[in-house]
């Protein structure tokens, strides 16, 4: 059985995959249209066309390996100075360049004149290129704000789940209690394991995060904790005391490794899966995206810690970079999990969504051939063109991406690169969730 929902939480996250892939090109699809240009082809995964419909003038399909998709618009690439497609020379870079140009124009029809990419203005090319990892924002916020305001995320309540016994601080590798350590104030002033704190000091508790910046702020105070307890509300009086302990994320959560001396009250709170607010939901929507920003930006930093992990007898990160393979085992695993069937769900659907995020902020890097890439040349062109405007100088034309070809095939080539390390990795070493 476990086996089973292993494969079917596979399939399941390729179903997902495939999805985000189409919607991505949806994107660039319906805005080329929108802008007259024309698209032969419009396309799910790579190699071999497992199926495909041709409607009005566009083949729509499905190809054997869904790594990615591709539309393909007619004229992405302008004719070389001499207004011809090619120009062939024996450098190798200059073939590369000419090759991209006639590949550009190699279905060019009677009538597409006014209809190619590069004829339209920057700011249309712009939308067109931004509108696919756009689509894959709106997904990633559309199902993480869902699941966040449905399905809810475990969260860290008001409840008692356990008291301590004594005071014993953050940095001591111990448990148990010693014959010279003080009672923990919570103990001494009768607190139990199921009260619901719901006043401080009068001030009623709206959340776990506020109710332990309470407790911190106030050591050596003595305190009025209104709590819940078997339907009736009971007054405690507890001394808060200053003890060493560890430094909080300011979200209820806790920093690893680091300590700060504050007010300490000595239980630990229950924890459940409740749904957010919708502001509270954006708030972590926006923790989602702070931290895919700074794992892209630390990626390069990641790679010699995979390779050890995959090639030497290293460990495999956590927040080591995953593939496709590597995030299909994930959701293998998350169906695999002794949890209720609506948390393997919203574990799921974050995943999926993780994706969509990543997918986004990777095609924004302003390198071809990512979409990034070909935004940054538009917006180039526009720049150049207003200040030659401005200058009253001769407008220079459209922007030759074509130049920039030898530099995408180095970057294309990193890329292939680490995917295959990645896949290796994943394969090899993976990361595991359980």
């Given at each position: 059985?476990?086996?089973?929902?292993?494969?079917?939480?596979?399939?399941?996250?390729?179903?997902?995959?495939?999805?985000?892939?189409?919607?991505?090109?949806?994107?660039?699809?319906?805005?080329?249209k929108?802008?007259?240009?024309?698209?032969?082809?419009?396309?799910?995964?790579?190699?071999?066309?497992?199926?495909?419909?041709?409607?009005?003038?566009?083949?729509?399909?499905?190809?054997?390996?869904?790594?990615?998709?591709?539309?393909?618009?007619?004229?992405?690439?302008?004719?070389?100075?001499?207004?011809?497609?090619?120009?062939?020379?024996?450098?190798?870079?200059?073939?590369?360049?000419?090759?991209?140009?006639?590949?550009?124009?190699?279905?060019?029809?009677?009538?597409?004149?006014?209809?190619?990419?590069?004829?339209?203005?920057?700011?249309?090319?712009?939308?067109?290129?931004?509108?696919?990892?756009?689509?894959?924002?709106?997904?990633?916020?559309?199902?993480?704000?869902g699941?966040?305001?449905?399905?809810?995320?475990?969260?860290?309540?008001?409840?008692?789940?356990?008291?301590?016994?004594?005071?014993?601080?953050?940095?001591?590798?111990?448990?148990?209690?010693?014959?010279?350590?003080?009672?923990?104030?919570?103990?001494?002033?009768?607190?139990?394991?199921?009260?619901?704190?719901?006043?401080?000091?009068?001030?009623?508790?709206?959340?776990?995060?506020?109710?332990q910046?309470?407790?911190?702020?106030?050591?050596?105070?003595?305190?009025?904790?209104?709590?819940?307890?078997?339907?009736?509300?009971?007054?405690?009086?507890?001394?808060?005391?200053?003890?060493?302990?560890?430094?909080?994320?300011?979200?209820?959560g806790?920093?690893?490794?680091?300590?700060?001396?504050?007010?300490?009250?000595?239980?630990?709170?229950?924890?459940?899966?409740?749904?957010?607010?919708?502001?509270?939901?954006?708030?972590?929507?926006?923790?989602?995206?702070?931290?895919?920003?700074?794992?892209?930006?630390?990626?390069?930093?990641?790679?010699p810690?995979?390779?050890?992990?995959?090639f030497?007898?290293?460990?495999?990160?956590?927040?080591?970079?995953?593939?496709?393979?590597?995030?299909?085992?994930?959701?293998?695993?998350?169906?695999?999990?002794?949890?209720?069937?609506?948390?393997?769900?919203?574990?799921?659907?974050?995943?999926?969504?993780?994706?969509?995020?990543?997918?986004?902020?990777?095609?924004?890097?302003?390198?071809?051939?990512?979409?990034?890439?070909?935004?940054?040349?538009a917006?180039?062109?526009?720049?150049?063109?207003?200040?030659?405007?401005?200058?009253?100088?001769?407008?220079?034309?459209?922007?030759?991406?074509?130049?920039?070809?030898?530099?995408?095939?180095?970057?294309?080539?990193?890329?292939?690169?680490?995917?295959?390390?990645?896949?290796?990795?994943?394969?090899?070493?993976?990361v595991?969730?359980?």
């Amino acid at each position: 059985m476990t086996t089973l929902m292993f494969i079917l939480g596979i399939v399941v996250f390729v179903i997902g995959l495939g999805f985000s892939i189409a919607w991505h090109e949806l994107g660039h699809l319906s805005t080329a249209k929108l802008f007259g240009i024309r698209v032969p082809q419009y396309m799910v995964g790579f190699g071999p066309t497992l199926w495909s419909r041709k409607k009005g003038e566009t083949e729509y399909g499905i190809k054997a390996i869904p790594l990615g998709g591709y539309i393909r618009m007619i004229g992405m690439i302008p004719p070389g100075e001499d207004g011809r497609l090619e120009a062939r020379s024996t450098s190798p870079w200059r073939v590369m360049i000419e090759d991209a140009r006639a590949a550009s124009f190699e279905e060019l029809q009677p009538g597409d004149e006014k209809r190619l990419f590069y004829t339209r203005k920057p700011w249309k090319r712009v939308i067109v290129m931004f509108a696919g990892p756009f689509m894959n924002l709106v997904l990633a916020v559309v199902i993480f704000l869902g699941v966040m305001m449905t399905f809810g995320e475990r969260t860290q309540t008001t409840t008692v789940s356990k008291i301590s016994d004594c005071v014993i601080s953050a940095t001591e590798n111990r448990s148990k209690c010693k014959d010279s350590d003080k009672e923990a104030p919570a103990k001494a002033a009768g607190l139990e394991p199921g009260d619901k704190i719901v006043a401080f000091d009068g001030t009623p508790v709206e959340d776990w995060s506020s109710l332990q910046a309470d407790i911190r702020d106030n050591p050596g105070k003595q305190v009025t904790l209104t709590v819940e307890r078997k339907g009736q509300q009971v007054d405690l009086t507890p001394t808060l005391i200053k003890n060493q302990v560890s430094q909080t994320d300011g979200q209820g959560g806790y920093v690893e490794g680091k300590y700060v001396y504050a007010g300490w009250l000595g239980f630990t709170p229950a924890s459940d899966v409740l749904p957010l607010s919708f502001g509270e939901s954006v708030n972590r929507m926006g923790d989602m995206m702070e931290n895919g920003v700074e794992s892209l930006l630390s990626l390069p930093a990641k790679v010699p810690a995979l390779w050890d992990a995959t090639f030497g007898d290293g460990e495999r990160e956590a927040d080591s970079p995953m593939g496709v393979v590597g995030a299909a085992r994930v959701g293998g695993e998350i169906f695999t999990m002794d949890i209720p069937a609506t948390q393997q769900l919203a574990s799921f659907l974050i995943l999926l969504a993780g994706f969509n995020l990543s997918l986004f902020l990777f095609n924004m890097l302003p390198l071809l051939p990512l979409d990034g890439g070909h935004i940054a040349g538009a917006l180039w062109e526009s720049l150049r063109r207003n200040a030659a405007k401005v200058l009253r100088r001769p407008d220079p034309g459209p922007f030759d991406v074509a130049k920039l070809m030898p530099v995408a095939y180095v970057v294309a080539g990193i890329f292939v690169c680490f995917t295959l390390l990645v896949l290796i990795a994943d394969l090899v070493n993976p990361v595991r969730i359980s």
